[in-house]
């Protein structure tokens, strides 16, 4: 029996944010196993599989030289964007005659580097785009000129539904390149330049960190947008599956929620631990009556979108994660545990103290707080599966039994459910 080539690669993940805020594609890094030769071209066919039409665009990011060759040398046209970094492209000779060769095949490119490292205008032909990086000592710098109007433009390339290849002049002054995806920006307000000012094709990642501090004065209120959903499928009659899922794409509007169906105004006899069962012992008059009174102070930040956003991808790989067989829900209670868990940043509180306001099972308490008990793997492995590093995910791989078939399976089938520009959280 031939092996998969999913059982030879280690996977994550990382969003793609464009100018509304929303998901605009999805960065996939690959890492191949120690020991292993896995076969990308399989990968790909795999990868096509599962892939579903409206999900968004792929980014494949190799994290090796070699992975970036079989790719380069293996892709049929129409496969996912490949991203090639750029020192790699310096320093082999073969990675750029391969790089030709796959141009030549109709392969879409993204070079990948510093700001200040773009290649000459002859190696730029054979890119669709890039995805740059700033240095760190100039990032604060470039945002504070670029919010004040003193950044000169070098390049304008916009984006498009069929991307041209980016022509890059290396000459100064050398600044930001309208058109191009960014990663690595700590500074909200350099993502908001890259994005508004500078029409950026995405940023990789959000400066969440920034973004809470940015924010941390405003009382934080339930997103507007999923307020308006809510209501609306209320007034279609839509299922108790649409009203649940819309209450649980926004981490806040969910706390709130399980707040208010366990108030002694309501005066419910047992407590609710459960967004589904908030909404079956509510009744649909009152929850619309408690949605209505939410609007008034409604958030309408389109910055704490990706924060927002990324926490229920986090939760939605965590109810995929967890053992096949359980019920469903045990399912809704990992997706629950794994939406909550980060609602410190959300409410910039400690988390514990937010949780024990509710009546939510130990288990979910546990898992976020002390990291034991059933979930707590679930939730560090939909975690680890955010970033670039393949230790952790290997280590918990290794240490819960996970197959790294099934674990590769399983995060490609919940990237491609997604929508590009996550309809769930629009009005």
């Known amino acids: 029996m031939v092996q998969s080539a999913l059982s030879s690669l280690t996977l994550g993940y990382r969003p793609l944010w464009g100018r509304a805020r929303r998901l605009a594609g999805i960065q996939l890094y690959v890492h191949e196993d120690p020991g292993t030769s896995a076969d990308l071209a399989h990968f790909l066919r795999s990868v096509d599989e599962i892939w579903s039409r409206q999900a968004p665009p792929l980014l494949v990011s190799p994290q090796s030289r070699q992975v970036l060759c079989n790719l380069l040398e293996h892709a049929p046209q129409g496969s996912p964007w490949i991203e090639v970094r750029g020192d790699w492209l310096a320093q082999d000779e073969g990675i750029y005659a391969l790089v030709q060769k796959a141009k030549a095949r109709g392969l879409m490119l993204v070079w990948a580097g510093g700001l200040a490292d773009v290649p000459d205008a002859d190696a730029a032909r054979c890119f669709a785009s890039s995805l740059l990086s700033l240095p760190p000592e100039g990032a604060s710098g470039i945002a504070n000129s670029v919010r004040s109007g003193e950044v000169k433009v070098s390049l304008a390339v916009k984006a498009a539904d069929k991307p041209q290849a980016a022509h890059f002049f290396a000459s100064p002054p050398l600044n930001l390149l309208n058109g191009q995806m960014y990663e690595g920006l700590q500074s909200l307000a350099l993502a908001q330049a890259c ?9 990789a ?19 507007r947008d999923a307020l308006f959903r809510l209501m609306k499928a209320i007034d279609k009659e839509q299922s108790l599956d649409v009203m649940e899922e819309i209450l649980g794409s926004d981490p806040v509007l969910a706390y709130r929620f399980l707040l208010y169906t366990n108030s002694a105004a309501l005066g419910l006899r047992r407590g609710v631990d459960s967004l589904r069962r908030g909404l079956v012992m509510l009744g649909l008059g009152t929850l619309e009556r408690w949605l209505a009174d939410q609007l008034p102070h409604a958030c309408v930040e389109q910055d704490l979108v990706p924060l927002r956003t990324q926490v229920v991808l986090r939760a939605k790989l965590a109810e995929e994660l967890i053992e096949a067989g359980v019920s469903l829900d045990l399912q809704r209670e990992m997706y629950l545990c794994s939406l909550f868990s980060q609602l410190d940043l959300m409410l910039h509180e400690p988390v514990a103290n937010i949780l024990r306001r509710t009546p939510l099972n130990e288990r979910i308490f546990d898992a976020i707080v002390t990291r034991s008990g059933p979930y707590a793997a679930v939730l560090q492995m939909s975690q680890a599966l955010e970033g670039c590093d393949p230790a952790p995910i290997r280590q918990l791989r290794e240490q819960e039994g996970w197959e790294a078939e099934d674990l590769n399976r399983t995060l490609l089938r919940m990237l491609s459910a997604l929508k590009l520009g996550m309809p769930q959280l629009q009005s």
């Open 195 to 203: 994005l508004d000012d500078y029409e950026a094709a995405a940023v």
């Open 205 to 223: 990642g959000w400066p969440v960190a920034d973004t809470i501090q940015a924010y941390r004065l405003q009382q934080p209120q339930p997103s």
